[in-house]
């Protein structure tokens, strides 16, 4: 997975799911225009230990749905 993507490709890509993504590119407002992703599921906690090993100077945590799965859960995006 070492494809750049932009937000619009990675939510078609991987619809609903947690994506770790590295080489990001945003806007102003802080919000993903493209990038690379290294890892997606469901499961947040996967997603995060995929970041955990990636060596990229900017890179983060993302979710592609239009809601979080658990609201009452707190996510650090």
Partial sequence: MSERLTWEEIVARYPDEWV??????????????????????????????????????????????AELPDPGFVYAL
């Fill in 20 to 65: 770790a993504l590295e080489d990001i590119e945003d806007d102003e407002f802080i919000n993903v225009l493209s990038a690379v992703v290294i890892a997606h599921s469901g499961d947040h906690d996967e997603v995060w230990g995929a970041l955990e090993k990636s060596a990229a100077a900017h890179a983060g945590i993302d979710f592609t749905g």
